[in-house]
């Protein structure tokens, strides 16, 4: 999706290379701003809370792309989105972490790093074949994705206890 979405807006929506740089720069900025806040907030509320949220709300942007009818909109849009995917990364990694014990932390978080690669590269494989039927097909499907892995975490994954729980036991 993303790795497609710039010659969308090109395009689709008229977008220079020069608009598409400083919109994905700016997204940028936004998940490096966002990040550590949404971190903060995960401490206090729990991590599973937020990559649902965050799942959910980079499935309906993902989706809901195509029907932005503006360009200028996506330079709103685009980091909107990127708050959110830091509302799943963020969380995701400490909730990681909070699962694994010490011994097996490091080989765990390599490993969540080859699949995120891996899961990149799959769905850059995925969005270069349903290309052909139209952009708004690799929206609905990487919308789907991120709805899907909202579920999984939802329904499968626990949420560790709280670390002033922790030190109250």
Same mark, same amino acid.
């Given at each position: 999706f993303i790795v497609y979405?710039?010659?969308?807006?090109?395009?689709?929506?008229g977008a220079s290379a020069i608009d598409v740089a400083f919109m994905f720069l700016l997204g940028g900025l936004a998940q490096g701003v966002a990040s550590p806040l949404v971190g903060r907030l995960s401490d206090r509320v729990g991590r599973k809370s937020l990559i649902v949220l965050g799942s959910f709300g980079v499935g309906i942007f993902f989706a809901t792309t195509p029907a932005v009818p503006k360009l200028w909109m996506f330079w709103v849009f685009f980091p909107i989105t990127m708050i959110l995917v830091a509302a799943r990364i963020t969380p995701?990694?400490?909730?990681?972490? &909070?699962l694994t014990g010490p011994e *097996?932390?490091?080989?765990?978080? #390599?490993?969540?790093?080859?699949?995120?690669?891996?899961?990149?590269?799959?769905?850059s494989?995925?969005?270069?074949? &349903?290309?052909?039927?139209?952009? *708004?097909?690799?929206?609905?499907? #990487?919308g789907s994705a991120a709805t899907l892995a909202a579920a999984i975490v939802l329904f499968f994954v626990p949420e560790p206890p709280s670390e002033s729980a922790v030190a109250i036991s």
């Open positions: 979405m710039p010659t969308w807006l090109e395009e689709a929506r995701l990694q400490a909730l990681l972490s &909070a *097996h932390r490091g080989s765990l978080m #390599s490993l969540n790093m080859s699949t995120s690669q891996l899961g990149f590269g799959l769905g494989a995925v969005a270069g074949v &349903a290309w052909t039927y139209g952009f *708004h097909v690799n929206a609905w499907i #990487s």
